[in-house]
């Protein structure tokens, strides 16, 4: 067992006491948390794997803050222990344009997910374990451990309220993670005051029944050789977890030692200084760092770091020499790089092929290219035979011991865990090895899981939803299922892809640019019922985001539309040509990528000088950019057979057509600019 001296007790008394400094500075922040999990943060990274000169590294000890408004604790282990955060770094807490912002933000080095949601980090954390398992049992071999590393995560009452952490944690009991230590702070204080207003549950009884081992640390404000032991026991557990609740008093050493008011706010002046005094700090100095302390983290965590990260660059290097096939494709994996010539596998088809749902020409797709994307993994929250998302040759992702798979699996049963899927679809991204996690549910259903598509998009983590049953063409489940809002919510947030394919080869489309993206996530929106090749489309113009489907010289009017409305507006050109009224049609599957087009592309899509009417079974309230009159349904949807419903709202190619002609008839005479084109 580790044995501890009084270098040890000075290292936790700077992390405390810059941490404190860091957020008086800012006169903003949270430095309860960081006073009271000092020394795990301490014991902990003193015995983690990592290089912080290559931060990137896949075989390091991941660490998730899932706390992440105790991100001063982080930070002031990110500069103590050699990564690329400064001093003056510290100093710019929460100040625009800094590298340290207020939560945890995953492009910094170091910081592996970005936290401050509660409840997603744990989550994450449970992904993280996942692609861990994975690469290990799909590259390790008797002689050649190339992935071994543990996940660790702090969390406090807050993520365990919050119901995204049971959905995960459960999933993660499940799977028997060994690679996954939750350290949970219980300091029984949120912002409200005293947890014992609204959470006296028992925590450890609950994680056991998820079949996790729980093991206690009495004193987490002192007891450095416990928190080690239980570290060092938790490792031991190979088939199981491991959540150690150990005790602490938020904002330990302060003044309001175990007050919720010490929690959100900068400590007062005279505060800080009785807490200097206190652990031996001059109390007229800040940011002072003991070089003995600086010198210790060096000896025990930086040079150790980059011995072993060298070690394991030699021993990857024979790897490849005696396995060259798996040595190359995880050294491609490595590079960020997807295999030349993958897309050859995307299928593509013509008018002459069959009417498909949208739902199984994405099951052709993963069917097709599986075997050639090792890094593509995902599953299903417990809707398999409706999302279509599993290949007849998957092998389930299972505990060994379960006979019902194993880790080298790619095929995950999340169960019916919609929010919990996407955060940990984040963390299997954030793990590295270029993973592609994909993530099956019914599309209304995405809206469950918001806080975590929020982060993919804010991370640039590039999962992907497939996101079945799009429309009121659900039928007889009715409103509860039927989505209305949920595409309009998704496409206002920044950076993600929102694909609602019309028919086989904008599927293919939706999946190349989707699979070849870096740091974009998607959502495939796919239909349930059977819907026409069309003729006009092919992958190279669907890539685009938006295209000109079918045309005509001097067009009367532009029908825009996606999905199963493009097959529509087509049906409601024909009708409108028997009238001697001329229709454009537009297919536009996915805005973000058709606003990445240059304006003058974008311009020949949706030029001047035509009214330009918009055609989706869902709200109309994102369309005022493209179009100048929408046609959709800004109610609920209506139970009955699929037609009828459609028929009900006005969705029939005469319906399309009698909206068309009063739009060129409200503009006649109009001189109309393109809505494409803005003052700024």
């Known amino acids: 067992m580790t044995q501890f001296t009084d270098i040890d007790k000075l290292a936790v008394s700077t992390i405390r006491i810059l941490a404190v400094d860091t957020v008086s500075k800012a006169n903003s922040g949270h430095p309860g948390a960081p006073l009271g999990m000092a020394p795990a943060a301490h014991v902990l990274w003193s015995q983690m794997r990592m290089n912080p000169t290559n931060p990137d590294w896949i075989n390091r000890d991941r660490f998730v803050l899932s706390n992440g408004h105790a991100v001063a604790l982080l930070y002031s282990m990110l500069h103590l222990t050699g990564y690329d955060l400064s001093i003056e770094d510290l100093k710019q807490f929460r100040q625009l344009g800094s590298r340290t912002p207020g939560h945890p933000e995953f492009e910094l080095p170091g910081v592996e997910v970005t936290t401050g949601p509660l409840g997603q980090g744990i989550s994450n954390a449970v992904g993280m374990a996942m692609a861990q398992a994975n690469l290990a049992a ?48 219980d300091n029984k204080i949120t912002i409200d005051g005293a947890t014992s207003i609204s959470f006296d549950e028992d925590v450890a009884k609950r994680y056991e029944a998820y079949g996790w081992e729980v093991l206690y640390v009495e004193n987490g404000n002192e007891d450095l050789a416990g928190i080690a032991k239980a570290i060092a026991q938790a490792k031991l557990s190979k088939d199981r977890p491991t959540l150690i609740k150990m005790t602490t008093t938020i904002g330990y050493g302060s003044l309001h030692a175990g007050s919720h008011s010490v929690h959100g706010a900068p400590l007062k002046p005279d505060d800080v200084k009785q807490l200097k005094t206190k652990f031996g700090f001059n109390p007229e100095k800040s940011f002072v760092v003991p070089q003995e302390v600086y010198d210790h983290y060096q000896k025990t965590i930086l040079k150790p770091g980059v011995e072993a990260n060298n070690k394991w660059n030699k021993l990857f290097s024979e790897y490849q020499k005696k396995y060259p096939e798996l040595g190359a494709e995880l050294a491609r994996r490595l590079s960020g790089q997807l295999p030349a010539n993958w897309e050859s596998k995307l299928p593509t088809y013509t008018t002459k092929d069959s009417a498909v749902a949208t739902r199984k020409l994405s099951e052709t797709v993963l069917e097709d290219v599986y075997n050639q994307l090792p890094e593509l993994i995902g599953g299903s929250a417990d809707l398999t035979p409706s999302n279509l998302t599993r290949w007849k040759e998957a092998l389930d992702f299972q505990p060994p011991s379960s006979g019902s798979g194993n880790y080298s699996g790619r095929y995950i049963r999340y169960g019916i865990r919609e929010h919990a899927m996407g955060a940990i ?57 039927q989505p209305i809002e949920t595409l309009a919510h998704f496409r206002s947030l920044p950076n993600i892809q929102v694909w609602r394919p019309a028919d086989g080869n904008e599927v293919s ?39 000109v489907l079918q045309d005509v010289a001097n067009p009367d009017i532009i029908l825009v539309a996606t999905g199963s409305e493009v097959s529509l507006s087509v049906e ?66 209506a139970s009955g057979k699929a037609p009828e419903v459609f028929k009900f709202f006005g969705f029939t190619p005469e319906g399309v057509a009698e909206r068309a002609q009063k739009t060129i008839a409200f503009y006649k005479g109009d001189k109309l600019i393109s809505p494409l084109k803005k003052a700024f």
């Open 138 to 185: 799909t590259y390790n071999k008797p002689d050649f451990t190339l992935s071994d590393n543990y996940t660790y995560v702090f969390l406090g009452d807050g993520c365990l309220q919050e119901g995204i952490s049971s959905e995960a944690s459960s999933l993660a009991g499940h799977l028997k993670l060994g690679n996954l230590i939750a350290i949970y702070d």
């Open 425 to 481: 679809m984040n963390g299997i991204s954030a793990f590295g090895a270029n993973y592609k996690p994909y993530g099956g549910t019914f599309l209304n259903f995405v809206s469950y899981a918001a806080g975590a598509v929020r982060l993919s998009a804010l991370s640039g983590h590039p999962v992907i939803w497939v996101a079945t049953h799009d429309s009121i063409g659900v039928g007889e489940d009715g409103p509860t299922h």
């Open 509 to 547: 489309a939706a999946y190349k640019n989707s699979l070849e993206s870096k740091h974009t996530p998607s959502i495939i929106a796919l239909s349930r019922q059977n819907l026409p090749q069309l003729e006009g489309s092919s992958i190279e113009s669907a890539s685009k985001g938006g295209y």
């Open 572 to 637: 409601a050109a024909k009708t409108l040509a028997a009238k001697n009224i001329k229709a454009r049609v537009v297919s536009l599957p996915d805005f973000f990528t058709f606003d990445k087009q240059p304006l003058e592309y974008r311009l020949s899509v949706l030029p001047d000088n035509v009214p330009i009417m918009s055609v989706e079974v869902l709200a109309t309230t994102c369309w005022g950019k493209y179009a100048h009159q929408s046609f959709g349904i800004d109610r609920f949807g």
